[in-house]
């Protein structure tokens, strides 16, 4: 009884001195965005969410513990990651049932966007729990703010694969999309997957790399596909977390299915067909997998 009247006391935040008591939760699955970088870009409500909190739950406890010792918060953070989420998941379910609220954060931006929360989301969903968003920070649509590329239409594609062939063909599937694609990618990949986006995409298609975003060495590099990729292939040092937005194609006048056939019977003739679908897929502005597959049933048939 004293711990449970001792952690009501505790339930709260500081702000400028000011220390701000937080109402208790109702019973719910709370996922709570954090700061991408700069601390100073918490919200009010989860500071509110993460003090009144029964359970909190974190990607890494030292990560999050830096945020709320920023703003006196006692909440003791619970690791929830992909390494244990078969053993930590069970458990925060179990407390929903006892009728606790829990928050869920990730080390920054919105929880479940590419991170292992949407597991917990959707099995917190399927047993009748609430669900309840706390908007705030998030990489991708700070990037695309900043890009100043079209936002009108966007699609974010988390990280591309590693391997090269693997990156190339989703590239080529996400190639005629007409919208503007975010991906996250790491310093030591980002050379290598600018320059098959350029391959892939069109070297003069508009792209930037957003680095460090909200921290001091913030970078916005813009330029074409084929321009970064100058850039990136002279060896610059490249530190900190990325998104590259590219932006979307131009758009296309729908070509003749028999202009088609002759561009597909040329190019076959020229290269291997998964190349001759990406290239054929950047100049008519056709789905790489429809084009893969028309000249994989005229192999067919010419082998028949």
């Known amino acids: 009884m004293a711990e449970a009247a001792d952690r009501e006391k505790q339930r709260g935040y500081r702000l400028h001195n000011a220390s701000i008591p937080a109402r208790p939760l109702e019973p ?43 703003y006196g918060i006692v909440n003791r953070p619970f690791a ?47 047993a009748g729990y609430r669900v309840v968003p706390i908007p705030g920070p998030s990489a991708p649509l700070a990037a695309l703010v900043g890009s100043g590329l079209p936002s009108d239409a966007f699609l974010f594609a988390g990280f591309l694969p590693v391997k090269d062939k693997a990156k190339r063909d989703r590239l080529g599937e996400l190639a005629a999309v007409p ?13 290598a997957t600018v320059a098959a986006a350029a391959d892939v995409l069109g070297t003069e298609r508009k792209a930037v790399v957003c680095r460090e975003l909200t921290k001091a ?7 074409t596909l084929g321009e970064l990729r100058a850039f990136y292939a002279d060896g610059a040092n490249v530190k900190g977390e990325i998104v590259l937005v590219v932006g979307p194609p131009d758009a296309k006048p729908v070509p003749k299915e028999a202009d ?12 291997p067909m998964g190349k001759a679908a990406t290239v054929a897929a950047r100049r008519t502005g056709l789905p790489r997998k429809e084009l893969y597959d028309r000249l994989l049933a005229r192999k067919e048939r010419d082998e028949g």
């Open 28 to 70: 719910a699955l709370y996922l709570v965005a954090t700061p991408i970088g700069n601390l100073s870009d918490i919200t009010l409500r989860a500071l509110e969410t993460l003090a009144g909190a029964d359970v909190l739950a974190c990607e890494d406890t030292r990560v999050t513990r830096v945020l709320l010792d920023r």
């Open 217 to 223: 060495f913030e970078e916005f590099r813009r330029g």
């Open 260 to 271: 088609v056939d002759a561009l597909l019977s040329a190019l076959a003739q020229e290269m």
């Open 179 to 191: 919208a503007t694609l975010l991906f996250f990618e790491s310093p030591h990949r980002i050379a």
């Open 80 to 126: 929830y990651h992909e390494h244990n989420a078969d053993e930590a998941g069970p458990r925060l379910l179990a407390a929903l049932d006892q009728g606790k609220s829990v928050a869920l954060v990730s080390d920054a931006g919105t929880p479940l966007v590419s991170d292992p929360g949407y597991r917990l989301a959707q099995h917190a969903i399927e």
